[in-house]
Every structure is written in structure tokens, then in C-alpha cells.
């Protein structure tokens, strides 16, 4: 005979749990409530848009369509213009152009930091993260006053010939991408610095000893450890350059638009939330076979070692 | 690293002492920072095909000088050559030297064989020839099963081989070996001793090896040089300095423990703390002050006295057994002595037993204080 059957069937099943397990699923519960309601959801909702059609008023409707990526690619009831795009490609060259410089500054940076004496570290490094407690919003305008017509930096700018007479530096691209290294040095600084401060020196002094010029030793025994740093602060800057609405929005004037601006254009206009929602997959598309990309890289660089992102 | 002498691979030289190995140190001097001194005035002459040992407490510079024959060290004063040429500015890359590292440093992305290629690489050894040095020294050093592991699925011991198969595959003219075997235990460490030492010998190369464990010093090396304060303060085979320290430093370090003061001197009879002792010649005249060393192992124990022998009375206070042989704690005199009898089997005395002590005049050693 089976043992009595138990009057709370519930009850008889949570005590199959193992006390491990049944704490598990208590303290994770609120966060995968909150990743439902909160990113999921949206999620699924955000992508059942961007297939809907746009209604009179801006509002998604049925039936389902592919009008949002045409429209996105360009094609409107005036036939192909190139705008969208152009968008599209200046958000990506500026996110790679922008990463790729603050790679140049953060390295030496951090690495010079890293030996510096320890009281002046901590100081060095706040030094660096001290302009991101200031909202964005305004060291964007601070921007905009250092780069205007009439500054110092522009009438150099144009004693260079850089620039026309009476120009500024801003609005332009180069004011975005500037504003995009400034925004993001201090992400891609202190993973580095990270790396930098458990280098392990007896592997580069191993290098020297085995007949590596300096060079050499930089480039086989340094940046192979700093590689895993390197690639979190590529993602930390990257994908929230991809995305960027205020640098461009306030730096790049009309003509210097990236796709967080389309983006929100489309939502906040109320003119085409399709469009919007087209765009924002897009945007996630792009990020995730970044990350795929930086995995891929980041795995044969170490030889073959997990790195993790 | 283990020879057997069928399989001999014939482009490792044997036997052949490579006269562009001698090193020459002179008037060597490091600080770091204002007032910390590593070196303090180095002069070494270490022969080629040698088996050179700097052996020392933790600071006392051993481990600098290894790196200044490195070249990741550089000298504030004084000059070093290598097979008669000064290198004491050339940059490591450009030195026929190759280190062993403490922590073996290994590159962790690397696999075995490329950590193993990494030196012939940079040299610019072709493909061809630089796979079959590798497989050479792999077949050397047994490690042929692990070519393709990667450096963190090895066992310590196994890293050590990998660190000197890296290093030996360039065919140096020194190596330099910075205490390779202090991570490992007690067994391996024995047999890795042997292993080097056969090894050295095989190739002919020229070892510098540092280390703050006089066993594993005398077991191993040709000679050695004993460092303290930046100081060498006596070179030579490990006999001579263990039978022969030149002063109270070097005795102690070597692990002599009965050293007492020269109180006073008259023709061959020496009073120290533990009485008079009578030595086997008079002390010339700068010999009179210092100390007398009684190594442990040379006193005797027993009932009856040899011909021309010291004797002391003393009583046994403790006795520490250590199988092949047993140590006593004596009192004479209210001084300690301690003395080291081999377990031939013959009865033990025990605590609190009367003991006679008899030292031949002979083993009684004067060195400096």
C-alpha cells in the first residue's frame, strides 16, 4: 500500500523540495518577476510593434507588416531616400570611431595610473570617474560653450583652417564624437585599470628574458592579460554609444543624428511608434552580434580561454 | 630532466664546457629607493660549466644579483661580463641567459609547446628547426604526453619542467634559476634536486642557481657562495663551507649551532665559556679572537676517552630521536652544547644521564665573529 495521501497536496510538494532549493526559488523570484514585467514583457510588446502598421494618429495597429523596416531602409511614399541609413551607418562608424579612441586614451591612462603610488591611485581614479556624477544633459551644454564660435578652441580650430571663419566646432560630428569619448572614458578606464593593477609583471619580465624585444613583451605578455578588461570596457562603451540620445541630440545639431535620436524621434513625436519599435530591434540585433563578435575575438585572442563579458 | 643514457638526443652538447659561459662580477653595487641596499660591492668569478649556488636568507641581495645577470636588474655601480664581454648595460632580449622563474611564470594562454617555442620564436628560429628543438627537449625532459595541455591543467612539478625545458630549449650560455623548487614538497623536491644537478652536468651549461636552503646548496652545487647584507661574505665548495665557515654568519647559516666565544689564549689552549679546549695548533697571532666552532656531528659520547682528545663532563637535558640519528641537548658548565650521534644501535643515553664529552683537536674550527 502507498502511504496516506496527504490533505494539502502543495504542502506534500514543496516538502519534496530540498530545503536548498526551495530557498533558491524564494530569493530569486523578485528578480525574475521584475526581468518579466519589466524587460520581457516591454520586450515582446516592443517587437509586436515593430511588425504592426502605422495608424492616423501614430498609433501601432494591425495588420501585421514589414512597412516599419522598409521605411526604416528608406522607402517612403516619395520613393528610396538615403536619410535613415545614413543614421544607421553614422551611429555605427561613430560607435566604433569613438570606442577606438577611448581605447587609445584609457589604456595609457590606466596603465599609468596602475603604477602610480597608492594614495595618489585612489585620487587619480576619482579624478576620472568625477565628471559622470554630473548629469549628462549638462556636461553637454559645457560642451557647447567650449566649442562654440568665438571660444578659444574654435579660433584655433580656425587658424588651422579647420574650420571655416566665423564657425564653431559644434554642432557637428566631431563635437559627437568627442562628447561620446568624454561621456564613456571613464567606463572603459576602470576595467582596464582592473587589468592593469593584477598584472602578473613576472610574465612580461619572463617575455624579456626569452628573448622579447619590448615591443614584443608589450604585445605577448601585456595585452594578453589586459585583454579581458580591454573587452568589458568595449561593451560598456560600445553598446551604450550605439544607443546615445543626448550627446547627439545636443552636440550634432540636426545633421549629426543617430539612431537613439530616430528612435525616440518616432516615439516622442507620437509619429510612427512602428518605425520606433523597427528601430530599436534593429539597435538590439546590432548589439547582440556585437557581443557575439567580442566573444568570438576575445576567445581566440586568449587562446581559446573563456572570456567573460 | 630524468637521463637515461640509451635515448641521448645528440644536438644537446654533452660534457662540453662552453668557455663563453665564465662570468665575471665586479665592484657590483644596487639600491633601491635612498637607503635600501640589495648589493653592496659584489666582486664573483663563476667558471664556466659550473654549478654556481648563491645561497642566503630572504633580503640578503641573492635574488637581485640573479636578476642583474638577467638583465631586468641593472647595477648603480660596477660591471658584469659573460664570456668575457661586458653585457652589464645589454637589455635582456639581447642576452644569451635564460631564467628559471620562482613562480615559473608561464603563460597562461599559451599551451605547453608554445610556452616551451616562445624563446625560439622570438629568436627567429625556423619553422622546422624550432619544432624539432621543442620535441627535442620535450623527449629531454619527458614531457611529451602534455604538449598540448595548457598551463593551469599542470601539476606544480610539472611546471618546473615546463619553466626549464623553456629556458634549457634556447641553449643559453648561463641559466639562471631563481629557487625553482621551493613550491614544491619535500619528495619531488629530492628527486628534482638529483634530476638538475644530472642535468647540468649532461649539458655542460653553466647554472646559476639561488637558493636560502643550504641542504639543497650543498647537495647540488660546485660551489657556493654565502650572501648577507648585499655582502658575499665566503665562496667556495660546499665542504669548505660547511666544514670551514669563514664566520659566525656563514656557521650559523650553514646550521652549525656550538659556537662560543675565545675568552683567552695561551700556546694551543683556547678558554671559551665551555672551558679550556686544546686545538691542534696554536693560534697565530690575528687568529686570537673569534670563535670556536664544534660542529654536532663530531662529538663523541662515550665512556672512555681517545688519545689527545678534550674532555668535558656533561649531563643530557633532552634528546630529540630522529631515527638515523638522535640529537642531545647537553649542559656543560651551564653552557649548551648540542651533539649528534648516529643510531648505529648502541644504547641511548637518557635525560638526565652524566655523560663524558670528547672532541678531537682537530675538529675544533676558529672562524670570525
Known amino acids: 500500500m502507498s502511504k496516506p495521501e496527504s490533505p494539502y497536496p502543495l504542502a506534500a510538494h514543496s516538502r519534496s523540495l530540498s530545503p536548498d532549493t526551495r530557498h533558491l526559488l524564494w530569493s530569486v523570484a523578485p528578480g525574475v518577476i521584475w526581468i518579466v514585467v519589466f524587460l520581457v514583457l516591454p520586450s515582446l510588446y516592443l517587437i509586436g510593434v515593430a511588425f504592426m502598421t502605422n495608424g492616423p494618429y501614430g498609433q501601432p495597429q494591425m495588420p501585421l507588416t514589414l512597412d516599419a523596416f522598409s521605411q526604416l531602409a528608406g522607402f517612403g511614399f516619395l520613393g528610396w531616400s538615403p536619410g535613415n541609413l545614413y543614421t544607421l551607418l553614422r551611429s555605427l562608424w561613430q560607435t566604433l570611431l569613438a570606442t577606438g579612441l577611448v581605447i587609445l586614451v584609457a589604456y595609457p591612462l590606466a596603465y599609468r595610473i596602475s603604477i602610480s603610488r597608492e594614495k595618489w591611485r585612489a585620487l587619480m581614479l576619482l579624478a576620472v570617474v568625477v565628471p559622470s556624477w554630473t548629469n549628462q544633459v549638462i556636461r553637454a551644454f559645457g560642451w557647447m560653450n567650449l566649442l562654440s564660435p568665438g571660444t578659444p578652441l574654435a579660433e584655433l580650430a580656425q587658424f588651422f583652417g579647420l574650420i571655416g571663419p566665423n564657425m564653431g566646432l559644434y554642432p557637428s560630428n566631431f563635437a559627437v564624437t568627442l562628447g561620446l569619448i568624454y561621456n564613456f572614458l571613464p567606463f572603459m578606464v576602470l576595467p582596464l585599470y582592473a587589468a592593469f593593477e593584477k598584472l602578473d609583471y613576472a610574465l612580461v619580465e619572463a617575455a624579456r628574458d626569452l628573448y622579447a624585444s619590448p615591443l614584443r613583451a608589450f604585445w605577448l605578455a601585456v595585452f594578453p592579460q589586459t585583454l579581458p578588461g580591454l573587452l568589458a570596457g568595449t561593451v560598456l562603451v560600445s553598446i551604450p554609444a550605439f544607443g546615445m540620445y543626448v550627446v547627439p541630440e545636443l552636440l550634432g545639431g540636426g545633421r549629426a543624428m543617430m539612431l537613439g535620436n530616430l528612435v525616440a524621434s518616432q516615439f516622442a513625436g507620437g509619429s510612427n511608434w512602428p518605425l520606433g519599435a523597427a528601430g530599436a530591434l534593429i539597435m538590439l540585433l546590432a548589439t547582440f552580434g556585437g557581443l557575439f563578435a567580442m566573444r568570438r575575438i576575445g576567445k581566440r585572442l586568449s587562446g581559446g580561454e573563456e572570456v567573460v563579458i | ?369
Not at chain 2, 652545487?221 to 665548495?237: K, N, T
Open chain 2, 1 to 369: 630532466m630524468t637521463v637515461s643514457p640509451s635515448a641521448e638526443p645528440d644536438a644537446v652538447d654533452t660534457q662540453r664546457v662552453r668557455d663563453a659561459s665564465a662570468i665575471a662580477l665586479r665592484n657590483l653595487h644596487k639600491r633601491f629607493g635612498r637607503d635600501a641596499v640589495a648589493l653592496d660591492g659584489v666582486d664573483l668569478d663563476i667558471h664556466a660549466g659550473e654549478f654556481f649556488t648563491l645561497l642566503g636568507p630572504s633580503g640578503c641581495g641573492k635574488t637581485t644579483l640573479l636578476r642583474i645577470l638577467a638583465g631586468l636588474e641593472a647595477p648603480n655601480e660596477g660591471s658584469l661580463t659573460i664570456g668575457g664581454k661586458d653585457v652589464t648595460t645589454t637589455p635582456p632580449h639581447l642576452r644569451s641567459v635564460n631564467t628559471v622563474f620562482q613562480s615559473y611564470a608561464l603563460f597562461p594562454h599559451l599551451s605547453v609547446h608554445d610556452n616551451i617555442a616562445f624563446g625560439l620564436r622570438m629568436k627567429g628560429v625556423a619553422a622546422a628547426e624550432r619544432e624539432r628543438r621543442v620535441q627535442e627537449i620535450a623527449d629531454f625532459i619527458k614531457l611529451g604526453a602534455l604538449m598540448e595541455r595548457r598551463v593551469n591543467q599542470l601539476s606544480g612539478g610539472q611546471r618546473q619542467r615546463v619553466a626549464l625545458a623553456r629556458a634549457l630549449v634556447c641553449e643559453p650560455d648561463v641559466l639562471l634559476l631563481d629557487e625553482p623548487l621551493s613550491a614544491l614538497d619535500a619528495g619531488l623536491r629530492n628527486q628534482l634536486q638529483v634530476e638538475l644537478q644530472r642535468t647540468q652536468k649532461r649539458l655542460g651549461m653553466t647554472f646559476v642557481f639561488v637558493t636560502h636552503d643550504q641542504e639543497e646548496a650543498m647537495v647540488m652545487s660546485d660551489r657556493i657562495a654565502v650572501l648577507d647584507g648585499g655582502v658575499i661574505q665566503q665562496v667556495g665548495p660546499p665542504q669548505t663551507v660547511y666544514e670551514h665557515p669563514i664566520n659566525a654568519f656563514v656557521a650559523r647559516f650553514m646550521g652549525h649551532v656550538n659556537l662560543f666565544e675565545i675568552d683567552s689564549v695561551s700556546g694551543d689552549r683556547v678558554t671559551t665559556a665551555l672551558g679550556q679546549l686544546r686545538l691542534e695548533q696554536p693560534l697565530a697571532e690575528h687568529e686570537r679572537h673569534g670563535m670556536l666552532l664544534i660542529r654536532q656531528e663530531v662529538i663523541e659520547l662515550g665512556p672512555e676517552v681517545p688519545e689527545g682528545y678534550n674532555a668535558l663532563e656533561g649531563v643530557v637535558r633532552e634528546r630529540l630521536y630522529r631515527g638515523s640519528r638522535v640529537e642531545y641537548r647537553l649542559e656543560v658548565d651551564g653552557v649548551v652544547l648540542l651533539a649528534t650521534a648516529s643510531n648505529l644501535g648502541q644504547r641511548l643515553h637518557a635525560v638526565g644521564d652524566r655523560v663524558t664529552v670528547s672532541i678531537c683537536p682537530e675538529d675544533i674550527v676558529r672562524l670570525d665573529a
